[in-house]
């Protein structure tokens, strides 16, 4: 008796354990599967990642749409096996075991989500690009793609979990999820904001005003000196012109008043800051330079302006590169990307040295003119031209501004309102180097900052900038609209005379210091006579450290037409740079660095 009970308690055993392990095979078999879904899913996902620019042609959209497909379908296999033998559900109700499967199993469920999310979008994309008739923009396509963003963003915010409970290969991958959604989330803010300025100046909820004003990298001011405006009327996506010219066919009104600091009236009041529209942008505050604009524009042609659209000669080529060439009556050589900034800041200037600009100013409006007609109507390469202006808010060659609030509040989320004080205003740096002199000779001036922190033993911080300024305007030129002398602040042809403004970091101190655009400015001179070099120091005491314990420095560009290139170094006992670049690099965009000891 007691033989067979033993006999027995062994078969009950070994049925429990081969049970088990059919179990547990089959647990395997299911998980593999799995796996080999979710690893499908993956690449898919890490194509249409590394490849995401190519959504501006149809041909790239299509490719990323099948990886999206092809991800969503993976994950959905995934998912079915996951439950295809009713094991792993079954394990899930296991201590430890149990969040595991479970975390791995919202991951896949998640992607799926994802996924179907990135399809919508890419439709909504495609409307956008469709064609349309001429002088007649997208509104309904417009209202769509700004919809399924919405979407996207209310479905993607909810799959940011915690990794709380989760070990090993679950919880990393879903820290790599949470941290690419995070971006995800960023950029849908800012497409949401991209689209809900576009509808404003596209006039869809109501008819505007847009003020253009053409900036030129000839004649420097923080983002160029405006020489030319546009009035466009928008209502519902069809685009009219109202008015346009030189600026300095405008009569002068006298001053406009704008709420401004105590610093832009010390520093720019002088100048004309605020009655005369060439030198509203002495500023690094472009807000304030565009409404300055605005309201002296209105005071001088009786039109209510409601936006304000400027743009240099790079943010032109820029459009150039996405339309095409363009020619104008009057220039024998097509206008490309490529070659809009010589003809049009030097040759042109080298064809009317001297007397009446008038002809020059009437090729230029034609160049705006006939760009804005392309712009307009070119409805195939619409994602391409949104690209470029999307590149040129950074450093800041192409700037907007709403005199609706939440409109304006939507552009300095989109990083388009030229503004230097609304990222890190504790950390952020800014140099203007602005012409002094009434010639055109920025086009020869090339710009170079040496900036250097030193780490007291009491770790404090002093930032030296050293702005040199290369002047390689050709030397024995006849005097020349171009060249000069204006016999006021220059008495050579080619004699560079030039205002060096330097932002620093509001809280910050500097001798002479003044708040202003929101940080601390102060201002220097300097002459530079052709093919020499000339140079301003400033010095900047920064008194606390940021939340780590390091200092970080970020450095706003000037929209310059060839950058600002920009040297870090860190001195005293111990002092170390984190991050940032090292040795010499073009301050295209915002550039930070991060000092410690």
Known sequence: MARSSRLTRRLIVGGLVALVLVVAGLGAVAALEAKHHANAASAEFSYVEHHFADARTAAGRTL???????????????????????????????????????????????????????????????????????????????????????????????????????????????????????????????????????????????PVTI???????????????????????????????????PVDALPLTGPVDVAASPGTKALFYGSGAN??????????????????????????????????????????????????????????????????????????????PNGSQSTRHDELSQIGAVLFAKVRSDHAQRIALLEAAAKEFPSRHLLLWSNDPGTEGRIVTLGASGRVDTTDPGASFHVAVESAV???????????????????????????????????????????????PDHLNSSVPGQYVADVFSWSPRGSVVVGGVSESGLVATAASVSVLPQHQGSVVFVTDLLHPNDHGNYLLRFIPQSRLVPEDITFTVTGAGARQLSGPRGTTALVDPVSAEFAR
């Not at 920025?442 to 002093?462: G, M, P």
């Open 438 to 484: 009434a010639a055109k000779i920025d086009y020869f001036t090339r710009v170079h900052l040496a900036v250097n922190l030193n780490l007291t033993a009491r770790n404090d911080a002093k930032v030296t900038e050293v702005v040199a300024i290369d002047n390689t305007a050709p030397a024995g030129q006849a005097p020349s609209y171009q060249f000069g």
């Open 211 to 245: 003020l253009v004003l053409g900036a030129n990298n000839a004649e420097m001011r923080d983002q160029g000196i405006f020489l030319s405006y546009s009035l466009i009327r928008s209502s519902n996506g069809v685009l009219t012109t109202l008015d346009q010219g």
């Open 64 to 206: 990323l749409l099948e990886h999206l497909e092809a991800a969503q379908a993976d994950a959905a296999a995934a998912a079915r096996a996951w439950s295809s033998t009713g094991v792993l559900p079954v394990l899930g109700a296991m201590p430890i075991i149990g969040t595991e499967l479970g975390g791995a199993n919202q991951l896949l469920t998640d992607a799926h989500l994802a996924a179907g999310e990135g399809i919508s979008l890419l439709d909504a994309v495609d409307g956008l690009a469709d064609q349309h008739g001429v002088g007649q923009l997208p509104v309904a396509q417009i209202a769509a793609l700004r919809v399924a963003i919405a979407h996207a963003r209310a479905t993607l915010a909810p799959l940011e979990r915690s990794p709380g409970g989760l070990y090993g290969p679950v919880r990393s991958a879903r820290q790599q999820l949470n941290a690419k959604l995070a971006k995800v989330l960023t950029d849908l803010d800012k497409a949401s904001a991209a689209v809900g300025v576009g509808q404003e100046l596209l006039g869809i909820n109501h």
């Open 275 to 352: 009655h005369i529209v060439q030198s509203t942008n002495l500023t690094a505050n472009f807000a304030w330079s565009a409404e300055t604009a605005a309201k002296l524009i209105t005071a001088s042609t009786g039109f209510k302006i409601d936006d304000v659209v400027a743009l240099d000669v790079p943010a032109m080529a820029a459009m150039l590169d996405a339309t095409g060439p363009i020619e104008i009556p009057g220039i024998s050589t097509k206008l490309t990307g490529a070659n809009l900034a010589p003809i049009v800041l030097d040759q042109l200037y080298a064809a009317y």
